[in-house]
């Protein structure tokens, strides 16, 4: 899963077999089925500093 993102989405490799893609479906079938991203974004609303977009200033480094 890619965050960032406001959907399911499912990285398998191009070299995987009739199982593995399978298996790649089903579990985005899933997540889709049960609202995974509306779970993941209802539980980030109880962190404030990354349901926001960062202070750059707040990113740099400290000066001695």
């Given amino acids: 899963m890619f965050l960032g ?3 399911v989405i499912i990285k398998s490799h ?3 077999d009739e199982i593995g893609y399978k298996s790649a479906l089903s ?9 995974l ?7 980030i609303k109880h962190f404030p500093a990354l349901a926001t977009p960062a ?3 707040s990113l740099e480094a400290p000066t001695a």
């Fill in 14 to 16: 191009g070299g995987t």
């Fill in 55 to 57: 202070d750059p200033s």
């Fill in 37 to 43: 991203i509306e779970k993941i974004g209802e539980g």
């Fill in 5 to 7: 993102l406001n959907g």
């Fill in 27 to 35: 579990l985005a079938y899933d997540m889709a089925r049960n609202d």
